[in-house]
């Protein structure tokens, strides 16, 4: 039996408010003072500090019923018993990896993302996919007929089990939380999705929809609904410029999970990257690519992100990065193109990749190698969009400026990782195997890898060559001759 019913404000509880019904709270961080503060002793903002009337029905015997509520006590370590904890199948490979090894039920997920980035569309086509599970989807944002046509949209989705027609998703637009538990009770979802937090109001409070207290008061509530019924529930949440989660960390504090789904709008690939997770890892991440008929699971992310190139076929300017994004190898290209320098000072650009660490590399080039900096422009670009922090690229980034600076191409087969020090040295990696294994499985004939990570490297298990290097002069060496 589901014993939800009285969900009651979290808030009345921690700032028992009640009795002079107003209260104010920081924009930024939802901390919440008795009075007006000038500067958040929280997160440190200045002038954040709005009023907030509180609602009659966060009375004080809200409070004391809530605290009866409560009955705990102490427990060994030891005795505590552990099982397994059971998971829901997302039916997404991806969504199911990202949340370490599907939803967990109970627990509160939190999708951020830019508008427009595509969340309503991962959500709307994973529970569509769902088998055998009520779902209650409410959208504060489109109409029953808007989601509809996303629906369709979606269906024509080649895979298999996709079927508007006969799914269990209840489709509700509603923007009051209160009626919102009305619906949950009279349906009595397997799962619920709010899309999104920033369209919920609820009355308690007296502040516009999308106001930190809002926000805060709606999620506390959809949280308290999860624990004490067992529901999983997925909020949607807009990010703001900053690219926080608007309306703002607090909701990251209540959650369990955070997912972040990211990417660029004019690329096709979207990256949902777990950044908190109470259930799983939060080194992994999912690679979706939005196509017409919805975002398409992308399960080999390495061969999508290197151009078509023939075989034989060398580019000058071109190479490959083995670099790790998460806890998956990703084969990545480098582009990089040297010109003369028309005016004074030199251009730097670079796309996906830091400006300060490329500058870093080019004078370790001229250090080492006589890369005549202050007459050459250079332009870098990481293919398909993506951003790297992986330091394991500065060896390709440094191929990649030579050869165009030479322009000789390198040949294809040939891919690189390992990061470079301020004295040209190759310094190594984390996780060489997985790297190696990834350069070997898409049929890389040779991989630069540091000299320092040859040590206790089992070379007969792959057939990929591998020449390990101390030095960038070795690593062009190998390369120019
Ligand atoms: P949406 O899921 O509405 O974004 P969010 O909920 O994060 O605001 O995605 C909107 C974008 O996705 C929109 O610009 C159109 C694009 N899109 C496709 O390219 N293919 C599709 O099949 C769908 C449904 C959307
Ligand atoms: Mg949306």
């Given at each position: 039996m589901r014993?939800w019913e ?7 509880k ?9 209260a104010?709270v920081?924009?930024s961080c939802?901390?919440?003072s ?7 002793p929280a997160?440190?903002e200045w ?5 907030v009337k ?7 015997t809200?409070?004391s019923e809530?605290?009866?509520d409560?009955?705990?006590?102490p427990i060994?370590?030891?005795?505590i018993?552990t099982?397994?904890?059971p998971?829901?199948n997302m039916?997404d490979?991806e969504?199911?990896r990202?949340l370490g ?23 709307l086509q994973?529970?569509?996919r769902l ?5 209650l989807y409410?959208?504060?944002e489109?109409?029953?007929r ?5 629906a369709d949209r979606?269906n024509f989705n080649p895979n ?5 027609q006969?799914?269990n998703v209840?489709?509700?637009c ?10 949950i009770?009279a ?6 999705v709010i899309d ?5 109001a609820t009355?308690?409070?007296?502040s516009?929809p999308?106001?930190v207290?809002?926000i805060?008061?709606?999620a506390?509530?959809l ?7 067992n529901t999983p529930v997925?909020?949607i949440?807009?990010?703001?410029k900053e690219g926080?989660?608007a309306?703002?960390k607090?909701l990251e504090?209540?959650v369990d999970?955070v ?5 660029d709008?004019h690329?096709?690939?979207r ?6 997770n ?5 080194a992994e991440?999912?690679i ?6 919805g975002l ?6 390495s ?5 078509d190139v023939?075989e034989?076929?060398?580019?000058s300017?071109?190479a490959v990065?083995?670099s ?8 990545i ?14 251009q ?5 990749f830091?400006l ?5 590399l ?10 005549k900096?202050?007459q050459?422009d ?7 969009g993506i951003?790297?922090t992986d ?5 390709s980034?440094?191929a990649?400026?030579l050869s ?7 040949p294809r087969d ?9 004295s040209g040295e ?6 060489i195997v997985q ?6 499985k898409l049929?890389?004939?040779k ?6 990570n040859m040590?206790?490297?089992?070379k ?5 060559e ?10 062009l ?5």
């Amino acid at each position: 039996m589901r014993s939800w019913e009285f969900f009651l404000p979290l808030w009345a509880k921690r700032t028992n408010m009640a009795k002079d019904k107003t209260a104010y709270v920081c924009g930024s961080c939802g901390y919440d003072s008795p009075k007006w503060i000038g500067k958040c002793p929280a997160c440190g903002e200045w002038n954040t500090f709005q009023e907030v009337k509180v609602g009659k029905k966060t009375a004080s015997t809200v409070t004391s019923e809530f605290r009866l509520d409560v009955k705990s006590s102490p427990i060994s370590m030891s005795k505590i018993e552990t099982e397994e904890e059971p998971r829901i199948n997302m039916g997404d490979g991806e969504l199911n990896r990202v949340l370490g090894g599907g939803l967990v039920p109970g627990s509160m997920t939190l999708l951020g993302g830019e508008p427009g980035i595509g969340k309503s569309t991962l959500i709307l086509q994973t529970v569509m996919r769902l088998k055998g599970m009520k779902v209650l989807y409410v959208s504060g944002e489109e109409s029953a007929r808007q989601l509809k046509l996303r629906a369709d949209r979606i269906n024509f989705n080649p895979n298999p089990g996709l079927d508007s027609q006969s799914s269990n998703v209840l489709v509700v637009c509603e923007a009051m939380i209160e009626t919102v538990f009305e619906h949950i009770r009279a349906v009595e979802p397997d799962l619920v999705v709010i899309d999104s937090i920033q369209t919920m109001a609820t009355e308690t409070v007296e502040s516009s929809p999308g106001s930190v207290t809002q926000i805060r008061e709606c999620a506390a509530m959809l949280l308290k609904f999860a624990k004490e019924s067992n529901t999983p529930v997925i909020v949607i949440g807009h990010i703001n410029k900053e690219g926080t989660i608007a309306g703002p960390k607090i909701l990251e504090h209540m959650v369990d999970t955070v997912l972040q789904f990211e990417g660029d709008q004019h690329y096709m690939y979207r990256i949902v990257r777990a950044i908190k997770n109470r259930f799983g890892s939060t080194a992994e991440l999912g690679i979706y690519e939005m196509v017409h008929n919805g975002l398409r699971p992308v399960e080999n992310p390495s061969e999508l992100l290197l151009s078509d190139v023939k075989e034989g076929e060398e580019l000058s300017g071109v190479a490959v990065a083995c670099s790790i994004e998460g806890v998956r190898p990703l084969l990545i290209e480098t582009q990089a193109l040297v010109s003369t320098a028309a005016y004074g000072t030199p251009q730097r650009s670079a796309t996906g990749f830091d400006l300060r660490r490329l500058n870093m590399l080019l004078a370790v080039l001229e250090k080492r190698v006589g890369f005549k900096l202050p007459q050459r422009d250079v332009f870098l670009n990481i293919a398909g969009g993506i951003r790297v922090t992986d330091p394991a690229i500065d060896l390709s980034v440094i191929a990649a400026v030579l050869s165009s600076n030479v322009d000789t191409g390198i040949p294809r087969d040939i891919c690189f990782t390992g990061e470079v020090g301020l004295s040209g040295e190759v310094r190594p990696v984390s996780r060489i195997v997985q790297r190696i294994a990834e350069a070997d499985k898409l049929g890389f004939r040779k991989i630069i890898i540091p000299k320092a990570n040859m040590n206790g490297l089992d070379k007969g298990k792959f057939k990929i060559e591998m020449v390990s290097v101390r030095k960038v002069e070795e690593a062009l060496r190998e390369l120019f001759g």
